[in-house]
Every structure is written in C-alpha cells, then in structure tokens.
C-alpha cells in the first residue's frame, strides 16, 4: 500500500493514520511519513488483496472527515 505526498494534508495527520489505520508505533510512522515528504511516495505497509483494499477506504474515510485530499494506492507486488 502506497502513500503519496499532497500539499495539503498535514505531516501530523498522515503519523495518525500510520498509526491508527497500519497500526506503525509513532517512530515507524514518523519515519514513513519523511521518507512520503521527501520522495513523493512511500510504503505504507504491505497486505492481501483483500486486507490492503479495506484499509484504502479506511484512509479514504478519514482524509474525508477531516478534510485531506491524502491519497492511498494499493499496487501488486
């Protein structure tokens, strides 16, 4: 599952969704959302079909509600 940089959503909110959505402790999340910031991409994390599919809408979800154009892409390994 991919992550991708926007100018909009907040540093702050992608660290909660790794945490809250790809259960990432605050470091790992940190981490992932630099390496987003700084290249434009980055792995989220890595599931089933199925899995990484109901985590997608659950991101979708929650940029949403609060407002985010943050995107999240699912792509075969």
């Known amino acids: ?3 991708h940089n926007d ?3 907040t540093m702050e909110f992608v660290v909660w969704v ?3 959505v790809f259960n990432h402790d605050e470091t790992t999340a940190t981490e ?3 390496h987003v910031h700084r ?3 980055g792995v989220a994390g890595v ?3 199925d899995v990484a599919e109901t985590r997608v809408s659950q991101v979708e979800a929650l ?3 609060h407002e985010y154009p943050l995107l999240c892409t699912t792509e075969e390994a």
């Open 1 to 3: 599952m991919l992550l």
């Open 7 to 9: 100018d909009y959503t």
């Open 18 to 20: 790794l945490q809250a």
């Open 32 to 34: 992932i959302m630099l």
């Open 39 to 41: 290249t434009g991409l």
């Open 47 to 49: 599931y089933p079909r």
């Open 63 to 65: 940029a949403r509600e």
